[in-house]
Nanobody
């Protein structure tokens, strides 16, 4: 079992930055791909970014590439999402997820989910 707890969300003006953190319990954190997804009101959950077990490979949705950076610290059982140049359309609840995945942007392949953290970007 892996428990995930996100933090770092909040209200920010367009163009600003936020850093999300996701702390994981358990001793198998480094065994999992980690992903960030988001869900805006009235929309389906969508892939944002993912990172491989050792952190050497990262993947991004086209909508955030070049603005967001995913990273992980396996010694601290934590994954991060640095979000820069935020836009109002980035407003959503952001979730971190862990899994043994073949398709990194498929939410169904992630086994464990956090409770989510709200990010609101004002124009």
């Amino acid at each position: 079992q892996v428990q995930l707890i996100e933090s770092g969300g909040g209200l920010v003006q367009a163009g600003g930055s936020l850093r999300l953190s996701c702390a994981a319990s358990g001793r198998t954190f480094s065994s999992y791909y980690m992903g960030w997804f988001r869900q805006a009101p009235g929309k389906e959950r969508e892939f944002v970014a993912a990172i491989s077990r050792g952190g050497g490979s990262t993947y991004y949705a086209d909508s955030v590439r070049g603005r967001f950076t995913i990273s992980r610290d396996n010694a601290k059982n934590t994954v991060y999402l640095q979000m820069n140049s935020l836009k109002p359309e980035d407003t959503a609840v952001y979730y971190c997820a862990a899994g043994v995945v073949a398709s990194r942007d498929n939410s169904e392949e992630y086994n464990y989910w956090g409770q989510g953290t709200q990010v609101t970007v004002s124009s």
